[in-house]
């Protein structure tokens, strides 16, 4: 029993901890067997109360108008199979934005939003297989699914048939309430929902690619896209400028469509061979009919079928960032090429880490600007004002 805090179970994790940090602790079995002891005992009460449920400094949005503000939420005490994290880089997807706004009905009020993070373990329950204390672990746009349902079990969490658990604004089916996400000092999660970050890689950079990335790399691994294919991308914001990377990585000949002329520039130093403003109608008819596969990552809902009409017969174009109604595709022109619009949203725990691990061997990173978290408001408008260059890192170690 935990004097502290009346729990059985605390005092079973603590114990375990204890056990793993003495077994790996090789220093500790060579050292005096007293000094081994005192040390061990000293990590066991750390570990331990990094275990314990704690309230977190968090920063949140009040109301729909984004004015961020500090707050402190709830994380709870760590189970056998949770890690926790103490979040370093969380950074801004435009998801947090339509949250807070409300365009996807009404949140719940303190919202803390945040999908994108990556930090320190700084805690580990007795059964935890996957991470040691001082690793580094992203937390993308889920925390929880059943685990059971024949999407779980495809590694398709995301799809879960009985509810996935989201980041944040989602029901939270182990503590009650709702959850909350990155723009907070710390996470608590089940180690199935924690991915790993290989050691030496920018981790402000890496944090983008736990929703970004995965957005973007999860439809070229679906459709299959083949080096020397020709790839559209369609919006070059935070996802878009990561599905350049990605598929320039993959060896795709990546063109970009941008309303920004000087994102043209970017594009081409991202690794596209070809770039294009949408208002540009003499580039827009001569790609007519030219592409494998497109993916579009604009966060509004706009008329597709111009692009569709760029596709070859048969294929794809893949939408990650409208999530509304779709409008503006036409079904006579559809049939005629024989063309798919296809929905795709962010992507199974397994599809995450292979993204992950991609990026590190390719060498791929977000590019972005670091902020402090009582900068988000402001960051929030110059993502909505297609400003961002090309997402917001905020540093959560000054929160
Ligand atoms: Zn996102
Ligand atoms: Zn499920």
Redesign the pocket.
């Known amino acids: 029993m935990c004097q502290s805090c009346n729990d059985t179970f605390q005092t079973l994790t603590r114990d375990g901890e204890s056990r793993r940090n003495f077994l790996r602790s090789g220093a500790a079995l060579a050292a005096a067997p007293l000094a081994a002891s005192v040390a061990t005992q000293a990590a066991a009460q750390e570990a331990g109360a990094s275990l314990e449920a704690s309230e977190v400094r968090a920063w949140a949005a009040f109301d729909t108008d984004g004015s961020f503000a500090p707050h402190t939420v709830p994380r709870r005490a760590a189970g056998p199979k949770d890690v926790v994290v103490e979040i370093m880089y969380s950074s801004i997807c435009h998801s947090d934005i339509h949250t807070y706004k409300a365009d996807w009905g009404m949140p719940q009020f303190p919202l803390v939003p945040g999908h994108e993070m990556v930090g320190r373990v700084v805690g580990i329950g007795a059964e935890v297989t996957k991470f040691r204390e001082g690793d580094i672990a992203g937390v993308g746009t889920m925390v929880d699914?059943?685990?059971?349902?024949?999407?779980?079990?495809a590694d398709r969490?995301q799809?879960?048939?009985?509810?996935?658990t989201f980041t944040y604004n989602s029901e939270d089916k182990i503590s009650g309430g709702v959850t909350y996400g990155g723009y907070s000092k710390k996470i608590v999660v089940k180690e199935d929902f924690a991915l790993r970050i290989p050691p030496g890689v920018d981790l402000a950079g890496f944090a983008p690619l736990l929703c970004a990335g995965i957005t973007t790399f999860s439809p070229i691994n679906h459709w299959d896209l083949q080096p020397g294919q020709r790839y559209g991308v369609i919006g070059m914001g935070g996802l878009g400028h990561l599905a350049v990377k990605l598929a320039a990585a993959k060896g795709a000949e990546v063109v970009v469509f941008t309303t920004s002329e000087d994102k043209i520039a970017d594009a081409k130093a991202f690794g596209a061979a070809e770039a294009y403003l949408w208002s540009d109608e003499a580039a827009m008819r001569s790609q007519m009919g030219s592409f494998d596969l497109m993916l579009s990552t604009v966060p509004v809902a706009y008329p597709m079928q111009q692009f569709l009409n760029l596709l070859k017969l048969d294929k794809t174009l893949v939408n990650v960032g409208a999530l509304f109604p779709i409008e503006g595709a036409h079904g006579m022109m559809m049939g005629f090429g024989r063309q798919s619009l296809a929905g795709s949203m962010t992507g199974g725990i397994a599809e995450t880490q292979r993204v992950i691990d991609f990026a590190a061997h390719h060498g791929v990173a977000a590019s972005y600007e670091m902020i402090t978290p009582d900068q988000i408001g402001e960051a929030c408008e110059k993502v909505v004002n297609k400003q961002a260059r090309y997402r917001y890192v905020i540093d959560m170690t000054q929160a």
């Open positions: 699914s059943c685990g059971t349902c024949a999407n779980c079990l969490e799809n879960c048939l009985n509810g996935t």
